[in-house]
């Protein structure tokens, strides 16, 4: 009888090693979407990060079997306030459809646009030496009208509309447009500002005239004003909280040889490689393929 129990539980010992470790009873998973570079559209060859470019890798991270939280490694200093917002929006969405825990993990910098992002998690941690805040909104341009009327240019300009050509970097500087600019961005700012304020509530400690200056802190000052919760790295905190056994897969956008394999031609010049059918891969082989890193991301 005692050979027979032994030889099962080799059986079973067998079996489990064919089964994905996230699938075996009692472990623990949290997905990790790491979010860098700046925010918004940089160039057509340099795309920063977007709500388009970040969503399908969100949903997967969220959607994934037996997952106990999210994590997010943030390492941006900040950009477009659409974008940065609506990815803000969307990880708050997913975290209440899915009932689960979000915690975020600032690396080098989570600043401005960066820090948006960073309030979606419901527990920030950081670096000592993270750069954190920059709760403002910044613009700027540059005056030419003296050298081009030095070089002999001749600016023409044809609009329709008093204020088209508000700024126009070859006119003289309009105190008027000047004072029309630093009014939206007053409004920019107030949004920011309730953003946080929502996100974080009772946690800041600091004043309004210290926090939402545009000013930024390392990581101990940016946890004694509350615009973090802890000083913490993520493997060392998960295994605190989920057990020294627990698994956190990336879950990122693919690259490198696989990508260029399965990709596909684009209407414009060249290829571009693309994965849209990957959220309807198996959750078992995508495990398999990410535990094997073939298409893990680990920069921006």
Not at 51 to 72: C, I, S, W
Not at 137 to 153: A, C, D, H, N, T
Not at 212 to 240: K, N, P, Q
Request: proline content about 5%; hydrophobic content about 45%.
């Amino acid at each position: 009888m005692s050979e027979q129990t032994g030889d099962r539980r080799r059986w079973r010992d067998k079996l489990m090693e064919w089964i994905p470790a996230r699938l075996q009873p009692g472990t623990a998973v949290v997905p990790v979407v790491r979010l860098s570079g700046v925010i918004g559209s940089v160039t057509p060859l340099r795309p920063g990060m977007t709500l388009a470019g970040v969503a399908r890798t969100l949903e997967r991270a969220f959607g994934m079997k037996q997952a106990k939280a999210v994590a997010l490694v943030i390492n941006s200093p900040g950009g477009s306030p659409v974008q940065s917002r609506q990815i803000y929006t969307r990880i708050r969405q997913l975290a209440a459809e899915k009932k689960l825990p979000v915690l975020v993990f600032v690396e080098d910098v989570a600043a401005s646009g960066g820090y948006m992002i960073a309030c979606a998690g419901d527990e920030i941690f950081c670096d000592p030496s993270s750069i954190m805040g920059s709760i403002g909104v910044v613009g700027g341009s540059f005056g030419f009208q003296e050298l081009i009327r030095k070089i002999g240019v001749e600016r023409r300009l044809y609009t329709a509309g008093e204020h088209k050509a508000m700024l126009d970097p070859f006119l003289p500087e309009d105190p008027d447009d000047v004072a029309r600019v630093k009014a939206l961005q007053r409004e920019i700012h107030a949004i920011f500002i309730a953003l946080v304020k929502q996100s974080r509530g009772t946690r800041l400690k600091g004043a309004d005239e210290v926090l939402f200056t545009g000013e930024y802190w390392a990581g101990e000052t940016s946890v004694s004003l509350g615009l973090a919760d802890a000083i913490g790295d993520l493997r060392s905190t998960l295994r605190s909280r989920y057990g020294d056994k627990v698994l956190t897969p990336v879950v990122a956008p693919p690259t490198g040889l696989l990508s260029s394999l399965l990709g596909r031609k684009s209407a414009g010049a060249g290829t571009i490689a693309s994965l849209d059918g990957i959220a309807a891969w198996p959750d078992e082989l995508i495990s398999a393929l990410e535990s094997r890193a073939i298409w893990a991301k680990f920069g921006f």
